[in-house]
């Protein structure tokens, strides 16, 4: 049954209001918000840890035409603070469907609101910048709406990495290519390494290839200390994409700070700012951030460029990089850091997403680098 939409309003903290009808949980959401340009994925985004706390815009004016299916979730739950959309799809059409994304939405406590002008809204926000915003669908007064946007949390300074991680260490061993129709494995070279990964906000397609890769993996808190990841045991580390300002996760910078060296580590997203903080970088925030499945990134040691999935609103700052550590990818839109290597350190890491989900795979062989790395490490 199509769920009944309710009027809702949208408000930026600038005092500017968008009005729409509620679609999902009826209610009342607030937090930074941010748009992506992927064409679809649309769940892959909502269930990405990194937008915790994010009103998350689609700038695909259609969304909800392919439904949901579980196995499409990159975590446990969905994690985006609210979804803002141009049009919902009266029609799901795409065989893996279980469920309409209204449906979807309503039984996870998620907030939305659709019939926004979505092209003038992400024109606004790249012009004035990423901003704390509140969606209601049950009251439409502008200055309660308005308070409620105001009242949300400052990204600057704030440690999310903890609110989204694994309470305890657990194993991960599925290697599921969930986009093979007949359920065939990915080809697995058995388990020749065992990998700790961080868990900063991880998503489950990063630990699939990690496992298709050989590795056994071991997922730990973002808080771990070295001493008990080296206890483990492992063959290599890697450091998880998340949600948040690096800077803040001042006890994984640590970390890793003493882990440099000891063992190879990769790292992606957040796990790659952090990375960047260890070796004496600096980091700093993104007017409106990376986010979408078609960025573009030259791989700076061949000028390949790769088309790749993005989802930040912190960037490294390349100039306060150590003179031993390289520039691997830049990003042709803005010219920012999306890479970096510390050869001494046996370390590297990227700002994107290599692993998709949605996206490209255009960067896949940054996991077999990975292997490479532990293989001559042994």
């Not at 689609?58 to 969905?78: A, C, F, K, L, R």
């Not at 599921?176 to 058995?190: A, K, T, Y």
């Amino acid at each position: 049954m199509q769920q009944k939409l309710v009027p809702a309003l949208l408000a930026l903290e600038d005092g500017t209001l968008w009005p729409g009808f509620g679609f999902g949980a009826i209610g009342q959401t607030s937090g930074e918000i941010v748009f992506n340009t992927s064409l679809t994925g649309y769940q892959e985004i909502l269930t990405d840890p990194s937008y915790h706390g994010q009103l998350v815009t689609m700038t695909m004016p259609h969304i909800g035409n392919i439904g949901t299916t579980p196995e499409d979730d990159e975590s446990s739950h969905v994690w985006a603070a609210g979804l803002i959309i141009r049009q919902l799809s009266p029609v799901v059409s795409n065989w893996r469907s279980c469920q309409p994304l209204p449906d979807y939405l309503a039984e996870r406590g998620i907030i939305a609101i659709t019939d926004v002008d979505t092209r003038a809204l992400v024109r606004h926000i790249r012009t004035h910048g990423a901003m704390n915003a509140a969606v209601s669908s049950t009251t439409t007064d502008p200055t309660e709406v308005l308070a409620l946007a105001r009242a949300a949390r400052d990204m600057n300074g704030l440690d999310l990495a903890r609110e989204v991680s694994c309470a305890e260490p657990y194993h991960w061993a599925e290697a599921q290519d969930w986009w093979r129709p007949d359920g065939e494995q990915l080809s697995v070279i058995g388990e020749r390494f065992h990998v700790v990964a961080y868990d900063f906000g991880i998503k489950r397609n990063i630990l699939r290839l990690l496992a298709a890769q050989g590795c056994r993996v071991t997922v730990v808190p973002a808080t771990t200390s070295a001493e008990e990841v080296l206890a483990l045991k492992p063959d290599g580390v890697f450091l998880s994409n998340g949600p948040g300002d690096p800077a803040a996760c001042t006890y994984a910078i640590e970390a890793v700070r003493d882990l440099l060296g000891q063992k190879p580590i990769f790292g992606i997203c957040l796990g790659h700012q952090i990375l960047g903080l260890a070796l004496g970088a600096e980091t700093y925030k993104l007017k409106f951030g990376h986010r979408g499945g078609n960025q573009p990134v030259q791989v700076t040691a061949t000028q390949e460029v790769q088309i790749s999935s993005h989802n930040h609103g912190f960037a490294v700052d390349a100039s306060t990089l150590p003179a031993n550590v390289t520039v691997s990818h830049l990003n042709l839109n803005d010219n920012c850091c999306e890479g970096l290597i510390a050869p001494e350190h046996k370390a590297y890491s990227v700002q994107y997403h290599p692993e998709s989900s949605p996206g490209p795979h255009d960067s896949d062989e940054l996991f077999a680098r990975f292997i490479g790395l532990m293989q001559a490490d042994m």
